[in-house]
């Protein structure tokens, strides 16, 4: 049976049929995952040998809300060393959650700050500060906060641009996050200083 066929089962059934109502500028700005090597070998390995390896986090927009933000920092469409990792902060506002999703490659998300806990297709994995969580390949979840009056912050590595470059590319949201903030959210900003 074909990953788009109507009766299709798992979280890529429907994966090339519109998403819906996006949240996330990620999820409709076009991207790139995977550059071109274009060159000789000396003029690469000099390029490469220019780029700066400090990228402050705090020159970058939060994007997101009200109760899940992030900001891209290590990619290769904004960073010339980096060709096969990709590297994020995420914040949960007092109570927030992600999208329930899947995709092809795996994830390791360092809690910084905060507790709460995971759903990994269908079983609940707590987390706190200093923990390092797995998100296996092809794994359907959910990141969910349990502070109810602070923030949650974590750091998420992943190797997604060589997952894309050997065609293992199927993704979809199961589950949008909510839209409408609760009293909370609302008065919640992204720390600055991140």
Same mark, same amino acid.
């Given at each position: 049976?074909?990953?788009?066929? *109507?009766?299709?089962?798992?979280?890529?059934?429907?994966?090339?049929?519109?998403?819906?109502?996006?949240?996330?500028?990620?999820?409709?700005?076009?991207?790139?995952?995977?550059?071109?090597?274009?060159?000789?070998?000396?003029?690469?390995?000099?390029?490469?040998?220019?780029? &700066?390896? %400090?990228? &402050?986090?705090?020159?970058?927009?939060?994007?997101?809300?009200?109760?899940?933000?992030?900001?891209?920092?290590?990619?290769?469409? *904004?960073?010339?060393?980096?060709? !096969?990792?990709?590297?994020?902060?995420? %914040?949960? !506002?007092?109570?927030?959650?992600?999208?329930?999703?899947?995709?092809?490659?795996?994830?390791?998300?360092?809690?910084?700050?905060?507790?709460?806990?995971?759903?990994?297709?269908?079983?609940? $994995?707590? $987390?706190?500060?200093?923990?390092?969580?797995?998100?296996?390949?092809?794994? %359907?979840?959910?990141?969910? !906060?349990?502070?109810?009056?602070?923030?949650?912050?974590?750091?998420?590595?992943?190797?997604?641009?060589?997952?894309?470059?050997?065609?293992?590319?199927?993704?979809?949201? %199961?589950?949008?996050?909510?839209?409408?903030?609760?009293?909370?959210?609302?008065?919640?900003?992204?720390?600055?200083?991140?």
């Amino acid at each position: 049976m074909s990953q788009v066929d *109507a009766g299709a089962v798992g979280h890529n059934s429907g994966a090339l049929e519109p998403m819906g109502e996006a949240v996330w500028e990620r999820w409709t700005k076009k991207r790139v995952f995977v550059r071109a090597l274009e060159g000789t070998y000396g003029e690469l390995v000099r390029e490469l040998f220019t780029q &700066p390896r %400090v990228y &402050p986090t705090r020159d970058h927009k939060w994007h997101g809300g009200p109760g899940h933000y992030g900001k891209k920092i290590i990619n290769p469409q *904004a960073v010339k060393v980096a060709q !096969s990792i990709e590297t994020h902060i995420e %914040v949960f !506002s007092p109570g927030g959650y992600g999208q329930k999703h899947g995709h092809m490659n795996s994830a390791v998300f360092f809690v910084l700050k905060g507790n709460g806990y995971d759903v990994h297709d269908g079983v609940r $994995w707590d $987390w706190g500060p200093g923990d390092a969580l797995i998100v296996e390949n092809s794994c %359907v979840h959910q990141h969910f !906060s349990t502070e109810e009056d602070d923030e949650c912050i974590t750091l998420v590595m992943k190797a997604k641009p060589l997952f894309l470059f050997m065609h293992m590319l199927f993704q979809k949201v %199961v589950d949008f996050p909510p839209k409408v903030a609760t009293a909370k959210q609302a008065v919640y900003t992204p720390p600055a200083e991140l």
